[in-house]
């Protein structure tokens, strides 16, 4: 059986509404200065995040 990392953090909402990413998130998703970022909602209350994939320009 294939085991996978689980990680928590832990982040805290600003007056203006925005959260920071930490780090050690960034560093795993390679996020970087106005990449975007999804988070996604599950039926049973679970968020999902992840990074947006860019697309190639032709």
Known sequence: MRQTKKFRFFATVSDRGQIFIPKALQNYFDIRRRDQ?????????TVVFAKKIKEARQ
């Open 37 to 45: 970022v999804a988070f996604v909602v599950e039926s049973d209350g």
